[in-house]
């Protein structure tokens, strides 16, 4: 639980029991692709962070996350919301968006499409930490509010004029998970007051990324059960997944490549995700040509 917070507490959103070595903001190299900082994080970080993914793992799957992955989170980095939402930015709807906030569970939403969603993209539509270069990088480290724009700028945004200050969300950090073309899935974690997060926050929460992913992927395939792939399908999987590219397989399966291409496109919208390994890791551990052998 997140508890009461008294604003004017500078310690107000340092977790009881932690301690680290303040060190200043990471400097963003000019390709986006690198922080440099001096934060170590310490042992019991790391063990509280671990044994939160161990419990996550056996929790019920939700409806889009285990409950148990955002109320660890909200104890582990503090704040006064922890969300997980996904955006398109195509259709500019919600996908999906499950939260906490103040410590209490909120309600559960799949696509939406409201007046609230058209504020929000118009207004986040040239908003820096939305579109900033390193989002695109394939190393994504997490990113707050304050890493593009100071305080003062920030209040002068369109974003903060037509939308955050209704909350108000004066802090933010995120972590950007892999997600379809043109959509957007991440972690948030929203502070009302200009709290920054430390480099720790940054570092744990950069650090949880991959695993995130994976614990989406594991409620998902337990939500779901055994993926329905057709016979050809699951052979051009169990092959993909030994490493062979588009041509061996063809050549394996006396098939052209462009067919195994369709059939690896058809695997993907199936199950969800957007590369072989994905694919591999949440349907081949079902494969009926695994059980027959």
């Given amino acids: 639980m997140l508890g009461r917070f008294d604003p004017r507490e500078p310690g107000r959103y340092t977790p009881s029991g932690v301690y680290f070595v303040p060190t200043s903001r990471p400097h963003w190299s000019a390709n986006w692709g690198e922080a440099m900082t001096t934060t170590t994080l310490p042992d019991t970080d790391l063990h509280a962070l671990f044994t939160l993914l161990e419990d996550v793992r056996r929790d019920d799957p939700g409806e889009v996350v285990p409950w148990a992955l955002l109320e660890g989170l909200a104890r582990l980095i503090r704040a006064d919301s922890v969300q ?78 037509d939308y955050f200050q209704t909350g108000p969300v004066r802090s933010s950090l995120n972590v950007r998970l892999p997600s379809l073309p043109g959509h957007a899935r991440r972690v948030v974690f929203m502070r009302s007051t200009f709290t920054h997060f430390t480099d720790r926050d940054v570092m744990l929460l950069t650090l949880a990324r991959p695993h995130l992913h994976e614990i989406y992927l594991d409620a998902e395939r337990r939500r779901h059960g055994v993926p329905k792939l057709t016979a050809r399908e699951w052979e051009v999987l169990q092959l993909a997944g030994e490493g062979l590219p588009n041509a061996a397989i063809a050549r394996r399966l006396f098939i052209s490549p462009a067919t195994v291409r369709k059939h690896m496109e058809h695997i993907f919208d199936t199950l969800g995700v957007r590369s072989r390994t994905e694919a591999a890791a949440i349907a081949l551990p079902h494969s009926p040509l695994a059980v027959s052998g």
Wanted: hydrophobic share 35%; with cysteine.
């Fill in 84 to 161: 997980w939402t996904e955006l398109d930015g195509v259709r500019e709807c919600v996908v999906e968006h499950q939260g906490m906030e103040g410590g209490e569970r909120d309600e559960v939403v799949k696509f939406v499409k409201d007046d609230e969603t058209a504020t929000f993209f118009r207004a986040c539509r040239n908003f820096r930490e939305c579109i900033a270069p390193q989002l695109m990088a394939p190393t994504r480290r997490a990113t707050q509010i304050s890493d593009f724009y100071t305080d003062r700028e920030y209040l002068n945004t369109e974003a903060w004029a």
